[in-house]
């Protein structure tokens, strides 16, 4: 419990420099803690930290009467846990907004170590959409826009480029995160949570997540800056670390099953309506600067200039059995054969790869020059762009 009032709240431990003295820790620590002596308290309690939207939200996640004694409730300056049972912990529902919170995934965390397995926690944050319409409104269309760009480079770019990322926390760690939908359910996920429902309510985003496993069992570090490093499937089967520029907001890699089951896949074999795909992202893809990096894996020895796609282990398990066990024969490539063939799509992706390996094999020496010289015209003639 200690460790969820610590995160929550920004309080400090002998694990932390954040600046405090131990006499004021011991006086936050009090300060922030409170109880419900019956559950209108509670009821109310939610309803003046936001709406009667968000408590029906709430309430159709939780049976607020069944576990009033096993729910522990944060606002922004308080937390309700004096009465709770930390025994048989069965929620936390927390309004302070997660911008507000110093170590995010710290704070997950401790919600992850106090719930059971299927415990619930509710939570909200402003998302960098909601961010973006605050400053519209507020500001008009022109101005608004000025600044949202000041703010996009200062707040969102500098914290993703070393060394800018340490200069920016060491002089502006305490303010307000801007973050975004992925990147908040990305970490959510990371940190061993399952995502239920999220919802978009009066411009401020919640959401419901259940407990599924321990923290910390994901043993690939996150994507987060600029250039990022992703686990693909290589020759022999081996893990292959591709480089490519980050077109996808961080902590986006461990939505992609989620995603996928929510809307399935495009007409290009890409999760379809993918919410994490950063706008500028998009502008990377069709540019085909994203894949630039990939030439380093090239230099490595790890990839060659045409082959088959380096697959993620999710989509490379989808595959027909038999493509599987021919495609690992080989290095994947930085130009894969439906660029060159020119079908982009879900099916036509595995036509193009089957269709490779068989003029590969009969023409071993001329085919990967006839697929690049295709895939290069291809780009330049705009007949087919990046997924």
């Known amino acids: 419990m200690k460790d969820y009032i610590h995160y929550v709240h920004n309080i400090p431990d002998g694990r932390s420099l954040w600046g405090i003295h131990p006499p004021s820790k011991r006086l936050l620590e009090e300060d922030v803690q409170s109880r419900f002596n019956s559950i209108n308290e509670l009821q109310q309690a939610i309803i003046d930290e936001s709406n009667h939207t968000v408590f029906s939200f709430v309430s159709e996640h939780l049976d607020l009467q069944k576990y009033f004694k096993s729910i522990v409730f944060t606002s922004r300056y308080r937390s309700y846990v004096d009465n709770v049972d930390f025994s048989n912990v069965r929620a936390i529902i927390n309004f302070k907004r997660i911008n507000y919170i110093r170590e995010i995934n710290e704070h997950f965390k401790s919600v992850n170590i106090l719930l059971p397995d299927a415990g619930i926690y509710i939570g909200r944050c402003e998302t960098y959409f909601n961010r973006r319409i605050r400053f519209y409104t507020r500001f008009g269309k022109k101005m608004g826009r000025l600044l949202w760009l000041v703010d996009f480079v ?7 480029l070393r060394p800018f990322d340490k200069i920016h926390k060491l002089f502006f760690g305490n303010r307000p995160h801007v973050i975004s939908k992925a990147e908040i359910l990305g970490r959510l996920v990371y940190n061993g949570f399952e995502i239920i429902e999220f919802r978009e309510i009066d411009g401020i985003f919640y959401f419901v997540v259940m407990k599924t496993r321990e923290p910390n069992i994901v043993t690939a570090a996150p994507s987060y800056h600029a250039l990022i490093k992703l686990d693909r499937i290589g020759k022999n089967g081996k893990i292959v670390k591709v480089f490519k520029f980050r077109t996808m907001y961080p902590y986006s890699e461990y939505l992609q099953n989620f995603v996928i089951q929510l809307n399935g896949y495009n007409e290009v074999g890409k999760p379809s309506n993918d919410f994490r795909l950063a706008g500028w992202g998009k502008v990377f893809r069709k540019l085909w600067l994203d894949e630039i990096p990939q030439f380093i894996n090239v230099l ?88």
């Open 154 to 160: 200062f707040n969102r770019v500098f914290p993703k």
């Open 300 to 387: 490595k020895g790890e990839m060659k200039l045409v082959g088959v796609r380096p697959l993620s282990k999710v989509r490379f398990s989808q595959l027909p059995e038999k493509l599987q066990r021919e495609r690992i024969n080989f290095k994947p490539g930085c130009f894969p054969p439906y660029v060159a063939l020119n079908m982009p799509d879900d099916q036509g992706n595995i036509i193009a790869e089957e269709i490779y390996l068989k003029d590969l094999q009969k023409h071993p020496y001329t085919t990967n020059i006839r697929y690049f010289i295709k895939a290069v015209l291809n780009i330049l003639f705009n007949r087919i762009r990046s997924s």
